[in-house]
T-cell receptor, first 113, second 115 residues
């Protein structure tokens, strides 16, 4: 079974703080892909990053960084020096042999100025 | 940059009415999807479509739902007889070559309200 768990439903941080959003996944597929999407208040889903199961190298893109650890089935997302514009719901998603995406329940991030 | 578009952005309908949600996927993409997000909940897969037929569907996608690619650009989701619980945001997504490495790109969504 495919499952994505985002245990943090809501997080509030003060601007410029760092924040980490957790994502834990379950899959029996040996090849799979993990994604993060951002959903701002306007409602659209904005693609942030994709990782495949063979590439555990962590990635940094500006203030965003991702930590993929296969041993703990986690794919955590860190925002450094958070800004008000980072306020959104963030979804982690999993795709395996099937074409469909399995989404977590999302983490609502509020950055307080 | 090419993007997925959806119309209408909002739709209000009466219970029992038929609705058609429209999507224009990215032009060279081959795989198309519909997802649903009930307010405050996670995004749920409905159906995937490839080569003019459904390739996968979830248990949510019952006989009330259908999809169609009526021409070379549009991809539609029809709900035949809407129920109150169909109220949700509906997202269309498309993917390129079908490789598992391809990312699904989502449209801005259609917010459907059934009264």
């Amino acid at each position: 079974a495919q499952k994505v768990t985002q245990a943090q439903t809501e997080i509030s941080v003060v601007e410029k703080e760092d924040v980490t959003l957790d994502c834990v996944y379950e899959t029996r597929d040996t090849t799979y892909y993990l994604f993060w999407y951002k959903q701002p208040p306007s409602g659209e889903l904005v693609f942030l990053i994709r990782r495949n199961s063979f590439d555990e190298q962590n990635e940094i893109s500006g203030r965003y960084s991702w930590n993929f650890q296969k041993s703990t089935s986690s794919f955590n997302f860190t925002i450094t020096a958070s800004q008000v514009v980072d306020s959104a719901v963030y979804f982690c998603a999993l795709s395996g042999y099937s074409n469909q995406f399995y989404f977590g329940t999302g983490t609502s991030l509020t950055v307080i100025p | 940059e090419p993007e997925v578009t959806q119309t209408p952005s909002h739709q209000v309908t009466q219970m029992g009415q038929e609705v058609i949600l429209r999507c224009v996927p990215i032009s060279n993409h081959l795989y198309f999807y519909w997802y649903r997000q009930i307010l405050g909940q996670k995004v749920e897969f409905l159906v995937s479509f490839y080569n003019n037929e459904i390739s996968e569907k979830s248990e949510i996608f019952d006989d009330q739902f259908s999809v169609e690619r009526p021409d070379g650009s549009n991809f539609t989701l029809k709900i035949r007889s809407t129920k109150l619980e169909d109220s949700a945001m509906y997202f269309c997504a498309s993917k390129g070559t079908g490789s598992k490495q391809e990312t699904q790109y989502f449209g801005p969504g259609t917010r459907l309200l059934v009264l």
